[in-house]
C-alpha cells in the first residue's frame, strides 16, 4: 500500500520493468521509507492495539471481521511481505505458528521494534520470527506450512507474481491455503487521488505495464505492477491452486485517507481483492 505519490519525482510512467529491476527498486524502496510508512500507518494497522491487528487493506476490513482464515490456533503460518510483521502478531495471539518474511530489512527493523514494546509489555511472551528473503525465492522445505498470507506484501511488487505464488504453493502442504490482499485491479483505471477527480475512469484497466517512478539517471525508483481479476485467477490456478473466493471488502475506516483510498471512492468501487485459494 503506497501511497505513490510523491512531489520531487522526476518521471511517472507505465512501462515494462523487469523482474531483477524491480526486486531491486523495491529493498531500496521500503528500506527508505519503512520509518515513515510506520509512522503514518502503524496505527491504523493495528500498532497501539494489544495484540496487534490483521487489516486486509485501506478499507479497514479485519480479519477479525472478515473470518476468511477461520481458526489459526495450532497453523504452521508463514506471512510474505510482512512489512511491520502486524498480521504475523496477531495471528500469533491467536495460537498460530508464524514466521514473518519480508525482503527489506528496514521493514523488518520496524517489526523489530513493535516485537521489542510487545515483549516488554507483557513479560517476555515468546517473539515471532522475521526473516529477510524474497517471496520468489522462500528458504523453507516443500509442504512446511498450513496456511499462507500477505496483506498488499510483495504481490503487487513483482514482476512475476507467478514465482510467488508457486513458491506459495510448493511451501504449503497440499490442503493448505493462501490468502493475500492485492489493490483491486479497478483502482488501476482510476486516478489515485481519494477526492472526486478519482472517481473517472483515466486509464484502461487493460494496460498491464507496471506504474513506474524513474529517477534522472534512468534506474527506477519505485514500481507497482497491474493484473487484472482474471489475470489473478489465471495465476493462481496457473501455481495449482483453487480460488475459492475473491472477496472485495467494502469500505470500514471511516474518514480515513489513504493515498487514493478514500470513503468517497471506497463506497462506490472495490479498492482492495483478497484472493483466497487452496492448494490443490
Ligand atoms: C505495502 S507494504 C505491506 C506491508 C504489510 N503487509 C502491511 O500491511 O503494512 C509491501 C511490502 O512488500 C514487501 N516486498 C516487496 N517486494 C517483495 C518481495 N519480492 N518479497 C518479499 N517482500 C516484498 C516490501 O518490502 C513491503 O514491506
Given at each position: 500500500?503506497?501511497?505513490?505519490?510523491h512531489?520531487?519525482?522526476?518521471?511517472?510512467?507505465?512501462?515494462p520493468?523487469?523482474a531483477?529491476d524491480?526486486v531491486r527498486?523495491?529493498?531500496t524502496w521500503?528500506?527508505?521509507?519503512?520509518?515513515?510508512y510506520?509512522?503514518?500507518?502503524g496505527t491504523f494497522l493495528?500498532?497501539?492495539?494489544?495484540?496487534?491487528?490483521l487489516?486486509w487493506?485501506?478499507?479497514?476490513?479485519?480479519?477479525?471481521d472478515?473470518?476468511?482464515?477461520?481458526?489459526?490456533?495450532?497453523?504452521?503460518?508463514?506471512?510474505?511481505g510482512a512489512?511491520g510483521?502486524?498480521c504475523?502478531?496477531w495471528?500469533?495471539?491467536?495460537g498460530a505458528?508464524?514466521v514473518?518474511?519480508?525482503?527489506?530489512?528496514?521493514m523488518?527493523?520496524e517489526?523489530?521494534?513493535l516485537e521489542?514494546?510487545?515483549?516488554?509489555?507483557?513479560?517476555?511472551s515468546?517473539?515471532?520470527p522475521l526473516?529477510?528473503?524474497d517471496a520468489?525465492?522462500?528458504?523453507?522445505?516443500?509442504?512446511?506450512f498450513?496456511?499462507?498470507v500477505?496483506s498488499?506484501?510483495?504481490?503487487?511488487?513483482v514482476?512475476?507474481?507467478d514465482r510467488?505464488?508457486a513458491?506459495?504453493?510448493?511451501?504449503?502442504?497440499?490442503?493448505?491455503r493462501?490468502?493475500?490482499?492485492?489493490?483491486h485491479?479497478l483502482?488501476?483505471a482510476?486516478?489515485?487521488v481519494?477526492?472526486?477527480?478519482g472517481l473517472?475512469?483515466?486509464?484502461?484497466?487493460f494496460?498491464r505495464?507496471?506504474?513506474?517512478?524513474?529517477?534522472e539517471?534512468g534506474s527506477?525508483?519505485?514500481?507497482?505492477?497491474h493484473?487484472?481479476?482474471?489475470?489473478?485467477?489465471?495465476?493462481?490456478?496457473?501455481a495449482?491452486?483453487?480460488?475459492?473466493?475473491?472477496?472485495e471488502?467494502?469500505?470500514h475506516?471511516?474518514?480515513?485517507?489513504?493515498?487514493?483510498w478514500?470513503?468517497?471512492?471506497?463506497e462506490?468501487v472495490p479498492?482492495?481483492?483478497?484472493?483466497?485459494l487452496?492448494r490443490?
Amino acid at each position: 500500500m503506497s501511497d505513490a505519490n510523491h512531489p520531487d519525482q522526476p518521471s511517472v510512467g507505465r512501462r515494462p520493468v523487469a523482474a531483477a529491476d524491480t526486486v531491486r527498486a523495491q529493498r531500496t524502496w521500503w528500506d527508505a521509507e519503512a520509518a515513515g510508512y510506520r509512522s503514518e500507518h502503524g496505527t491504523f494497522l493495528g500498532d497501539d492495539r494489544p495484540g496487534s491487528d490483521l487489516v486486509w487493506g485501506p478499507e479497514g476490513w479485519r480479519e477479525a471481521d472478515a473470518a476468511l482464515l477461520g481458526d489459526v490456533a495450532g497453523l504452521r503460518v508463514l506471512e510474505v511481505g510482512a512489512g511491520g510483521a502486524q498480521c504475523a502478531r496477531w495471528l500469533a495471539t491467536r495460537g498460530a505458528a508464524v514466521v514473518a518474511t519480508d525482503l527489506s530489512l528496514g521493514m523488518l527493523r520496524e517489526g523489530a521494534a513493535l516485537e521489542d514494546r510487545r515483549a516488554a509489555a507483557d513479560g517476555g511472551s515468546p517473539r515471532t520470527p522475521l526473516l529477510q528473503c524474497d517471496a520468489r525465492v522462500l528458504p523453507f522445505a516443500d509442504a512446511a506450512f498450513d496456511l499462507v498470507v500477505t496483506s498488499y506484501g510483495a504481490l503487487p511488487f513483482v514482476a512475476d507474481a507467478d514465482r510467488v505464488l508457486a513458491e506459495a504453493a510448493r511451501v504449503l502442504r497440499p490442503g493448505g491455503r493462501f490468502v493475500g490482499s492485492v489493490p483491486h485491479p479497478l483502482r488501476w483505471a482510476l486516478p489515485d487521488v481519494p477526492g472526486p477527480e478519482g472517481l473517472t475512469v483515466t486509464h484502461s484497466y487493460f494496460d498491464r505495464r507496471p506504474y513506474v517512478e524513474t529517477e534522472e539517471d534512468g534506474s527506477v525508483r519505485y514500481v507497482e505492477h497491474h493484473r487484472t481479476v482474471g489475470d489473478w485467477v489465471r495465476l493462481a490456478r496457473g501455481a495449482g491452486f483453487t480460488v475459492e473466493d475473491l472477496a472485495e471488502p467494502e469500505w470500514h475506516a471511516g474518514e480515513a485517507v489513504w493515498g487514493g483510498w478514500s470513503r468517497l471512492r471506497g463506497e462506490l468501487v472495490p479498492g482492495t481483492l483478497v484472493l483466497c485459494l487452496r492448494r490443490a
